[in-house]
T-cell receptor, first 113, second 115 residues
Framework: GENVEQHPSTLSVQEGDSAVIKCTYS??????FPWYKQELGKRPQLIID?????GEKKDQRIAVTLNKTAKHFSLHITETQPEDSAVYFC????????????FGTGTRLTIIP | DGGITQSPKYLFRKEGQNVTLSCEQN?????MYWYRQDPGQGLRLIYY???????QKGDIAEGYSVSREKKESFPLTVTSAQKNPTAFYLC??????????????FGPGTRLTVL
């Protein structure tokens, strides 16, 4: 089955700086890569996703890049703000669905004011 | 926060007891899921259901059971056969549309502690 590795497990950045979280996957059939954000005490929420036919996707301060050859994808957050502090999970799926969605172990991002 | 609810928020159980976690959604989603979240680990799928009266095992189904008698409801029973049940349990739902990825909408979770 799919194996998703996520690094780093914790990350602290100064407010205003950029943060990058990286994930690798093992199944070359994976074609859907969502990112979920879980603030302390709250439920996970989808923040951005990318499909295998796209190399990069942006949404305001958030961007995701995908390298299918190397089988890795990354989340980039620019101009970080205190509200970006949360645990971020990457995930990969081979059929755009959730039945086979495999999550990474999470990255706890702390923004230092 | 509406759409998908879970109860109770906190649950304590003695060893050897079965407990049932509730999950209800009013999003008219066909698919519902149960995940387990442990510290330092990702979300792991326990069971999922794509249609009423049908459900499938996920990656860690042993010691758990579910039912899907109504589209809106997907309760999870943690049985005494589950070796390490203390965890945070998240219910989620999504559409089954054919176009692209299907966002998971999560409930607020139930924290189960076995005493």
């Amino acid at each position: 089955g799919e194996n998703v590795e996520q690094h780093p497990s914790t990350l602290s950045v100064q407010e205003g700086d950029s943060a990058v979280i990286k994930c690798t996957y093992s199944d070359s059939a994976s074609n859907y890569f969502p990112w979920y954000k879980q603030e302390l005490g709250k439920r996970p929420q989808l923040i951005i996703d990318i499909r295998s036919n796209v190399g990069e996707k942006k949404d305001q301060r958030i961007a995701v890049t995908l390298n299918k050859t190397a089988k890795h994808f990354s989340l980039h957050i620019t101009e970080t703000q205190p509200e970006d502090s949360a645990v971020y999970f990457c995930a990969a799926s081979p059929n755009f669905g959730n039945e086979k969605l495999t999550f990474g172990t999470g990255t706890r991002l702390t923004i230092i004011p | 926060d509406g759409g998908i609810t879970q109860s109770p928020k906190y649950l304590f159980r003695k060893e050897g007891q079965n407990v049932t976690l509730s999950c209800e959604q009013n999003l008219n989603h066909d698919a519902m899921y149960w995940y387990r979240q442990d510290p330092g680990q990702g979300l792991r799928l326990i069971y999922y259901s794509q249609i009423v009266n049908d459900f499938q095992k996920g990656d860690i189904a042993e010691g758990y059971s579910v039912s899907r008698e109504k589209k809106e409801s997907f309760p999870l029973t943690v049985t005494s056969a589950q070796k390490n049940p203390t965890a945070f349990y998240l219910c989620a739902s999504s559409t089954l549309g054919l176009a692209g990825g299907r966002e998971l909408f999560f409930g607020p979770g139930t924290r189960l502690t076995v005493l």
